[in-house]
């Protein structure tokens, strides 16, 4: 049974009386729905007919021509968004998590796809990632065996997946720009009519006031959001219905597929053409997919196969109803056919829905960057949580104003919706394109369909969005080269970091300290050990990094407890708090040396709370006294020390008193632990940074042991060192790293490496802030990465 989302409400065993409970909680997801997924494609009549009947197509505007086009809007909703979304796409969800990213990761938990370098078999153990039907059977076929083989065959399809990340992204400055410019071009109707410059300046003050409101989040505003697209989908509705009783009843007749041949027997290579403004009427159809973790499925499918799909279907049939009566009005088909006694309060209305939708598609570009950046496809960026009920809600201050900015720059430099159009269905075309060919992949790998079944699925929707990214395709040079720009760009980005990163991460493994040199060296590590725990960050899952023996070479001194830090992300959405930390032994007992893996999900959030020292305390002790009690884990007599972990629960460990009793002290714990100091200088230098900044001092937390007559000595010994080291203090030490290319490198690496990684290295956020790591106890250890 699938997984719903953390606010969503699983299917209930007992039909009565939970069954009203599930069904009323659809409904209210549903409704909140309106206000986040559907604003993009319920503003789509704003300009659909407009960019339609361009270019020659113009020389057909009569009554059979916008008969055609109807019907061809009216099987391109039924098709796509009905068909081929609601009742097939939004059931290949990952964990209740939709987009592209979740296909993707599906693919790699099914198949040995995954490019990620520091994946462990440990991985394969957590709940998320064991969703979906078991591994084995037809999937594991000839052709399964073949992309797993061939690297670049997998590197390909990573292409293809950023490529649909891009695409999004690229809708999140193209939709803002169309839908709020169509929006206030009803202005250009009324008696005073405004310049074309006048609605270009008031679209770019709609549009620097949406950015600048991004950093409250769109759960700040969710219930007022739905009210607005639901208002105007009522009013679109009623529009709709009112032309087409007033003007043309016979319009209902272009429902049947006949007038679809007459269209392109009479139009021709002008028909095809026209498909690029077609496709605009399912623009924002992605965006069930992707918000899928927001909801459920269920209450979006309600959404739209109720509300959305009949409202848009008889509005763009009561404008085919208008503009059969009246041909001239194809360049302003919208507002020319709303009745002039409600005119006002539908622009109003319209202009209100533009800024909704632009909302939300901004707020998807920010949770796909999220998750390009847990791929290690995108450089660091400050993640801001805006929400403490919808988990997914972020905002990332930088990619905010890069996307005001290019915003303003489209619609500035355009100034036509026409040409805007042209980019904005480019680039929507090719992400649903993308996700078909992933929900082949997917219908064979991971639900194990026949393959005619999925022949014929790709055969039906592949043919269908081909002929419309063809027809795209050709208006590249009108305004279509707009998506392609952006989207190369920001591929570019994530292909140079994601190449980097791996470069780097491969340095780190192969030249890893020996594990016999650590063993050669003693428990005492034949340097001095001073008290303290000290934290060593490196992405490596396995293995000593190579910047512990550049520290020890350079400053022989060492804390008297190591743990080895790896922060990683892994194929699933969401890692439950009681999997999160993985725990183990670098060395025998009485170095104490052990490793620490915090995994994240893609989707994940790393949040300060100030809080992760005291967790990975609790978690080191409580794995000390599993390790005691359970023979499978490693012990002091095992040889194989690195490499054999256990899962340790960090809100069970500390809600548990069975390994450590924690108490809880306020502030005058920090003026205590400064007069502990045994060092006069310390304390001084304490005291002036505490008083300079009294808000980074927290409530201390201390450990003791608890009387237990049964306990083992050596444990009760391990136990008290890694008390006494918590209380006197912890070190971060992170490698500050320079990567070069080598020298007998080609060109083309070295200026990868050396020019464009090394760039966005220097102008992305470091390691250590992305990490929340205080400043005041960081080391970081310079080393350079011949790679």
Same mark, same amino acid.
């Given at each position: #049974?699938?997984?719903?989302?953390?606010?969503?409400?699983?299917?209930?065993?007992?039909?009565?009386?939970?069954?009203?409970?599930?069904?009323?909680?659809?409904?209210?997801?549903?409704?909140?729905?309106?206000?986040?997924?559907?604003?993009?494609?319920?503003?789509?009549?704003?300009?659909?007919?407009?960019?339609?009947?361009?270019?020659?197509?113009?020389?057909?505007?009569?009554?059979?021509?916008?008969?055609?086009?109807?019907?061809?809007?009216?099987?391109?909703?039924?098709?796509?968004?009905?068909?081929? +979304?609601?009742?097939?796409?939004?059931?290949?969800?990952?964990?209740?998590?939709?987009? @592209?990213?979740?296909?993707?990761?599906?693919?790699?938990?099914?198949?040995?796809?995954?490019?990620?370098?520091?994946?462990?078999?440990?991985?394969?153990?957590?709940?998320?990632?064991?969703?979906?039907?078991?591994?084995?059977?037809?999937?594991?076929?000839?052709?399964?065996?073949?992309?797993?083989?061939?690297?670049?065959?997998?590197?390909?399809?990573?292409?293809?997946?950023?490529?649909?990340?891009?695409?999004?992204?690229?809708?999140?400055?193209?939709?803002?720009?169309?839908?709020?410019?169509?929006?206030?071009?009803?202005?250009?109707?009324?008696?005073?009519?405004?310049?074309?410059?006048?609605?270009?300046?008031?679209?770019?003050?709609?549009?620097?006031?949406?950015?600048?409101?991004?950093?409250?989040?769109?759960?700040?505003?969710?219930?007022?959001?739905?009210?607005?697209?639901?208002?105007?989908?009522?009013?679109?509705?009623?529009?709709?219905? +009112?032309?087409?009783?007033?003007?043309?009843?016979?319009?209902?007749?272009?429902?049947?597929?006949?007038?679809?041949?007459?269209?392109?027997?009479?139009?021709?290579?002008?028909?095809?053409?026209?498909?690029?403004?077609?496709?605009?009427?399912?623009?924002?159809?992605?965006?069930?997919?992707?918000?899928?973790?927001?909801? @459920?499925?269920?209450?979006?499918?309600?959404?739209?196969?109720?509300?959305?799909?009949?409202?848009?279907?008889?509005?763009? #049939?009561?404008?085919?109803?208008?503009?059969?009566?009246? @041909?001239?009005?194809?360049?302003?088909?919208?507002?020319?056919?709303?009745?002039?006694?409600?005119?006002?309060?539908?622009?109003?209305?319209?202009?209100?829905?533009?800024?909704?939708?632009?909302?939300?598609?901004?707020?998807?570009?920010?949770?796909?960057?999220?998750?390009?950046?847990?791929?290690?496809?995108?450089?660091?960026?400050?993640?801001?949580?805006?929400?403490?009920?919808?988990?997914?809600?972020?905002?990332?201050?930088?990619?905010?104003?890069?996307?005001?900015?290019?915003?303003?720059?489209?619609?500035?430099?355009?100034?036509?919706?026409?040409?805007?159009?042209?980019?904005?269905?480019?680039?929507?075309?090719?992400?649903?394109?993308?996700?078909?060919?992933?929900?082949?992949?997917?219908?064979?790998?991971?639900?194990?369909?026949?393959?005619?079944?999925?022949?014929?699925?790709?055969?039906?929707?592949?043919?269908?969005?081909?002929?419309?990214?063809?027809?795209?395709?050709?208006?590249?040079?009108?305004?279509?080269?707009?998506?392609?720009?952006?989207?190369?760009?920001?591929?570019?980005?994530?292909?140079?970091?994601?190449?980097?990163?791996?470069?780097?991460?491969?340095?780190?493994?192969?030249?890893?300290?020996?594990?016999?040199?650590?063993?050669?060296?003693?428990?005492?590590?034949?340097?001095?050990?001073?008290?303290?725990?000290?934290?060593?960050?490196?992405?490596?899952?396995?293995?000593?990094?190579?910047?512990?023996?550049?520290?020890?070479?350079?400053?022989?001194?060492?804390?008297?407890?190591?743990?080895?830090?790896?922060?990683?992300?892994?194929?699933?959405?969401?890692?439950?708090?009681?999997?999160?930390?993985?725990?183990?032994?670098?060395?025998?007992?009485? +170095?104490?040396?052990?490793?620490?893996?915090?995994?994240?999900?893609?989707?994940?959030?790393?949040?300060?709370?100030?809080?992760?020292?005291?967790?990975?305390?609790?978690?080191?002790?409580?794995?000390?006294?599993?390790?005691?009690?359970?023979?499978?884990?490693?012990?002091?007599?095992?040889?194989?020390?690195?490499?054999?972990?256990?899962?340790?629960?960090?809100?069970?460990?500390?809600?548990?008193?069975?390994?450590?009793?924690?108490?809880?002290?306020?502030?005058?714990?920090?003026?205590?632990?400064?007069?502990?100091?045994?060092?006069?200088?310390?304390?001084?230098?304490?005291?002036? +940074?505490?008083?300079?900044?009294?808000?980074?001092?927290?409530?201390?937390?201390?450990?003791?042991?608890?009387?237990?007559?049964?306990?083992?000595?050596?444990?009760?010994?391990?136990?008290?060192?890694?008390?006494?080291?918590?209380?006197?203090?912890?070190?971060?030490?992170?490698?500050?790293?320079?990567?070069?290319?080598?020298?007998?490198?080609?060109?083309?690496?070295?200026?990868?490496?050396?020019?464009?990684?090394?760039?966005?290295?220097?102008?992305?956020?470091?390691?250590?802030?992305?990490?929340?790591?205080?400043?005041?106890?960081?080391?970081?250890?310079? #080393?350079?990465?011949?790679?």
């Amino acid at each position: #049974m699938a997984m719903e989302p953390e606010f969503g409400i699983s299917t209930p065993r007992n039909p009565s009386p939970y069954s009203w409970v599930n069904l009323s909680r659809n409904l209210m997801l549903a409704y909140q729905s309106f206000g986040v997924v559907y604003g993009d494609l319920s503003t789509s009549p704003l300009y659909v007919f407009k960019s339609t009947f361009i270019g020659k197509l113009q020389n057909h505007q009569d009554e059979d021509a916008i008969f055609g086009a109807f019907s061809l809007i009216f099987w391109t909703l039924t098709l796509i968004p009905l068909l081929k +979304y609601v009742l097939l796409v939004l059931s290949a969800d990952d964990n209740g998590e939709g987009g @592209t990213f979740a296909l993707y990761s599906l693919l790699c938990r099914h198949a040995k796809f995954s490019l990620l370098p520091n994946q462990q078999a440990a991985d394969e153990e957590l709940s998320a990632y064991r969703y979906g039907p078991s591994r084995q059977g037809p999937g594991s076929s000839s052709l399964k065996r073949f992309l797993e083989k061939h690297k670049k065959v997998r590197t390909s399809l990573l292409i293809v997946v950023l490529l649909g990340a891009c695409m999004v992204i690229g809708d999140g400055v193209i939709t803002s720009a169309i839908s709020v410019l169509s929006s206030v071009s009803g202005l250009q109707v009324t008696e005073h009519k405004l310049t074309e410059g006048e609605l270009v300046l008031l679209a770019c003050v709609i549009l620097v006031g949406l950015f600048a409101l991004q950093h409250y989040g769109t759960h700040r505003v969710a219930f007022v959001f739905a009210p607005i697209v639901i208002i105007w989908l009522i009013s679109i509705f009623s529009v709709g219905l +009112y032309n087409t009783i007033h003007w043309n009843p016979k319009i209902v007749l272009a429902i049947s597929p006949h007038y679809i041949v007459k269209f392109f027997s009479e139009t021709g290579k002008e028909g095809w053409v026209s498909l690029g403004g077609i496709l605009l009427c399912i623009t924002g159809t992605e965006a069930m997919f992707a918000d899928l973790g927001h909801f @459920t499925s269920l209450s979006i499918r309600l959404a739209f196969a109720f509300v959305v799909y009949p409202c848009l279907v008889v509005q763009y #049939m009561g404008q085919a109803a208008f503009l059969s009566k009246n @041909t001239s009005s194809i360049p302003n088909s919208f507002y020319d056919s709303i009745p002039d006694a409600v005119f006002w309060p539908v622009f109003i209305i319209a202009t209100l829905a533009a800024i909704v939708g632009s909302q939300a598609i901004i707020t998807a570009t920010f949770s796909i960057i999220k998750q390009c950046h847990a791929l290690g496809c995108f450089p660091r960026v400050k993640v801001v949580h805006t929400s403490k009920n919808i988990y997914g809600q972020i905002y990332i201050p930088e990619i905010n104003w890069i996307l005001m900015i290019i915003t303003l720059a489209i619609t500035i430099g355009f100034q036509d919706t026409t040409l805007i159009g042209n980019a904005y269905g480019l680039a929507c075309m090719t992400v649903m394109f993308i996700t078909t060919g992933l929900m082949g992949l997917v219908g064979l790998f991971v639900w194990q369909r026949n393959i005619i079944l999925v022949t014929a699925f790709l055969l039906l929707f592949g043919f269908i969005e081909g002929v419309y990214l063809s027809s795209a395709l050709i208006k590249v040079p009108q305004g279509g080269w707009v998506s392609l720009v952006l989207s190369s760009v920001f591929l570019v980005i994530m292909c140079v970091w994601h190449y980097g990163t791996r470069k780097k991460y491969n340095f780190d493994l192969h030249n890893k300290v020996p594990l016999r040199w650590i063993l050669g060296l003693g428990p005492s590590l034949g340097i001095v050990r001073v008290p303290g725990i000290g934290l060593i960050y490196s992405e490596l899952a396995t293995g000593v990094p190579a910047i512990f023996s550049h520290f020890v070479t350079n400053l022989p001194a060492f804390h008297t407890v190591l743990v080895f830090v790896c922060v990683k992300s892994v194929q699933v959405p969401y890692v439950s708090s009681e999997e999160r930390f993985l725990i183990g032994r670098v060395c025998p007992r009485p +170095y104490r040396m052990y490793r620490c893996i915090v995994r994240y999900g893609y989707k994940d959030i790393s949040r300060d709370d100030g809080d992760f020292e005291n967790q990975l305390i609790q978690s080191i002790a409580e794995f000390i006294q599993m390790e005691a009690v359970e023979p499978s884990l490693p012990s002091s007599d095992n040889a194989s020390f690195d490499g054999r972990m256990a899962v340790i629960s960090s809100t069970r460990t500390i809600e548990s008193n069975a390994c450590l009793i924690v108490s809880e002290q306020e502030d005058l714990a920090a003026n205590n632990s400064i007069q502990s100091s045994k060092s006069l200088t310390l304390q001084s230098l304490r005291s002036c +940074y505490d008083d300079e900044s009294p808000q980074m001092r927290r409530r201390q937390v201390r450990f003791q042991l608890p009387q237990r007559p049964g306990m083992d000595p050596s444990v009760r010994e391990e136990l008290m060192d890694l008390i006494q080291a918590k209380e006197a203090g912890v070190a971060y030490i992170m490698g500050h790293s320079y990567v070069k290319a080598r020298r007998t490198s080609s060109f083309f690496k070295k200026f990868v490496i050396d020019i464009a990684y090394s760039f966005l290295r220097k102008n992305c956020r470091g390691p250590a802030v992305a990490l929340h790591i205080p400043h005041i106890s960081l080391i970081e250890v310079g #080393m350079t990465y011949y790679v």
